[in-house]
């Protein structure tokens, strides 16, 4: 098992501290995404799509979704679990991951690849060039805010962001909430209490600096 | 366990054709979208994103994402599996769904919402109201037909999606495929072959009518 990783962007990082708060440990290969080498005809014969990370599998299979590479390593390292641990809990998790993906990381990922003069050309990753919308990135910054408000209002009571437990959703939403206030300089509103208080936690926790 | 659902849109149609897959059974309660019943406030108890489907498991809980409320018909229907027997074969259904779900549902959805007339101030599902922006109508078209593209480049010499095994990759695909083609008029291009070879064979499943 082999992981195509690069220290930097959110999605690759979402993998790593996955990986740290399993102990796994992983042969990495790193592919320097500043230098364009996820575009090299060597690379797109592991991903075709061009992104970063990948994982490769013992048989040869190639995986690059974010949650698909966390959902194999939960099958290898099932402790401790990040998926949830029973089937309530699970649906849960599976939720607000859907929600974090849609509502949050591709809301700053449209502000920033819609925006970026470095970008131009290339609004969605991928193997096709694809123009910027400049409307799409404000609404992008406009969902980021809302995104805010809705997380902060989950974790109210709440000490993560399904109940009592740490997992896969929480390393999600950290990702997002320092691609937007970090990357793409989206600042988080006054207020949000909640927010506040569970960013500080997770963020302290030794795998978010993986 | 309650499922809120509705007749026609695709997001619904996806847990009813996996339920069926599975034999499966489940209390329905009709929300009537076409009348705007999911904005009522009753409604909004149970889904404050306005959204249907919704599963409410018996604990009360309430899941809304698709890919939530099918993960979990998972774990209470085993069988068949439909998102993979083996852990090579589940990492591969998850990146297909996940491909499916940004580069097929949400390109489809971007083409209708940010255009039709019935839809203006709503481009986003939700509780808040969010503008067109025509020209993201236009890529979510062309985006549609990049994704009937690799579709059937993955198809090729493949009985199903992902092996010889149909599954929730297969469910998702084809439904994006009836949203593009029959409620957003995006036709399917000459050739591509192998993707009208494996569409007449899902769609023919009895499932593929609940």
Chains 1, 2 share one sequence.
């Not at 194999?72 to 990040?82: F, G, S, T």
């Not at 509502?103 to 003069?117: C, D, K």
Request: with cysteine; proline share 7%; charged share 25%.
């Amino acid at each position: 098992m082999k992981l195509y990783d690069f220290p930097g962007p959110p999605s690759p990082r979402r993998v790593r501290i996955f990986l740290a708060e399993k102990g796994g440990d992983i042969e990495k290969v790193s592919v320097n995404i500043r230098e364009g080498e996820q575009f090299s005809e060597d690379f797109k014969k592991i991903n075709p799509n061009c992104t970063v990370p990948v994982l490769e599998l013992d048989d040869g299979t190639c995986i690059s979704s974010i949650d698909a590479i966390n959902r194999y390593l939960e099958e290898i390292y099932p402790e401790p679990p990040l998926f949830g641990r029973a089937p309530e809990e699970r649906a849960q998790i599976n939720d607000w991951c859907h929600y974090i993906n849609v509502n949050g990381f591709m809301a700053v990922a449209e502000a920033l690849r819609n925006s970026a003069p470095r970008l131009a050309g290339r609004a969605i990753t991928g193997s096709r060039n694809v123009e910027q919308i400049p409307d799409l990135a404000e609404r992008g910054r406009q969902r980021v805010l809302y995104f805010f408000e809705d997380l902060d209002k989950q974790l109210e009571g709440h000490e993560f962001i399904v109940g009592d437990n740490y997992s896969a959703a929480d390393i999600g939403a950290m990702v997002v909430v320092d691609f937007a206030t970090g990357m793409v300089k989206i600042e988080m509103p006054e207020g949000l209490s909640n927010l506040k208080r569970w960013y500080q936690q997770v963020a302290a926790r030794p795998s978010a600096s993986a």
